[in-house]
């Protein structure tokens, strides 16, 4: 693997990372903010109000799992594995350890993901998304 084809928009590392903010922003924003049907972190806007202390935080902690992870998770998978990571590190209804990811790690990625516990994203006083 090249440099280009891992951190490209089409890349697997970015692949993850923006799947990681699309599920932190749909379970973390307002229901009114989010509405319903598939989200489109990218269409609405959110990504211009991400603090650099939240996409700081948030590359350090999807690097941090993915040294460990990265060859647990099927490259075609990434972008729901950076879903699934937010998710099962969250502890909300769905994440690896659903019957989806069976066949692919999904017990070591489960347990992976817990280890990083959980986190929550707010608004700050100047309109900005920030992490705990």
């Not at 990504?47 to 999807?62: A, D, G, I, R, W």
């Not at 066949?103 to 992976?112: A, Q, R, S, T, V």
Request: aromatic share 16%.
């Amino acid at each position: 693997m090249n440099i280009d084809d891992f951190l490209a928009e089409d890349g697997a590392v970015h692949k993850f990372f923006t799947g990681y903010l699309e599920a932190m922003c749909f379970t973390d924003l307002p229901e009114e903010e989010v509405g319903s049907g598939e989200f489109r972190l990218w269409e609405m806007g959110w990504s211009q109000k991400f603090s650099e202390h939240l996409l700081l935080k948030s590359v350090e902690e999807c690097s941090s799992f993915l040294l460990k992870a990265y060859g647990l998770i099927p490259k075609e998978r990434m972008a729901e594995a950076g879903r699934d990571f937010w998710y099962t590190r969250q502890g909300h209804g769905c994440g690896y350890w659903e019957q989806e990811w069976d066949d692919d790690h999904g017990k070591e990625l489960n347990d992976l993901s817990e280890e990083f516990g959980e986190t929550g994203m707010y608004v700050g006083d100047d309109g900005l998304l920030y992490l705990e």
